[in-house]
Every structure is written in C-alpha cells, then in structure tokens.
C-alpha cells in the first residue's frame, strides 16, 4: 500500500509503477467508483496503452488501430 496526500484541488497522483504495470498514459480514461467508504480507480474498458481511447483494439495488442497504423507508416510497413 501506498500513501498519497491530496492536493488543494483534491487531486492525487497515482504511482508511476502502478501506471507503468497496467499501461495508464496520460491520456487513459480513468473510471472512479464510490463502494461503501471506498474510493476505486480503473481502466474504463480496453484502452489503448499509447493514447488511452477506448475499445477498437487490434486484437493481441495494446494498441488501437489508429496507433497500430501510425506505428507500421513509421516502420515503413
Ligand atoms: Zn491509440
């Protein structure tokens, strides 16, 4: 468990490991649910780990297609 004290906006900063390991960039759209006296933060649905839109995933990767044709333009593909 780790300690995060909020700031003056109420804001927090989740841990870079934390993003790292479930592939949250800044652009991954965050769900926040109330259960009881807890506060919980998830992916909301499949995003894609480069620029978090959800859904249209290429199946088998972390991308979207979007993502995954800029990736093979630049790899020249
Ligand atoms: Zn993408």
């Given at each position: 468990?780790?300690?995060?004290?909020?700031?003056?906006?109420?804001?927090?900063v989740i841990p870079q490991e934390m993003r790292t390991k479930l592939h949250i960039t800044h652009n991954t759209?965050?769900?926040?649910?109330?259960?009881?006296?807890?506060i919980i933060l998830s992916k909301s649905g499949e995003s894609c780990a480069l620029c978090?839109?959800?859904?249209?995933l290429v199946e088998?990767?972390?991308?979207c297609s979007k993502c995954?044709?800029?990736i093979a333009d630049k790899?020249?593909?």
């Open positions: 468990m780790i300690n995060r004290r909020l700031d003056k906006l109420g804001r927090i759209l965050i769900d926040i649910e109330l259960k009881g006296d807890k978090g839109i959800v859904g249209d088998g990767t972390p991308v995954a044709r800029e790899l020249g593909k």
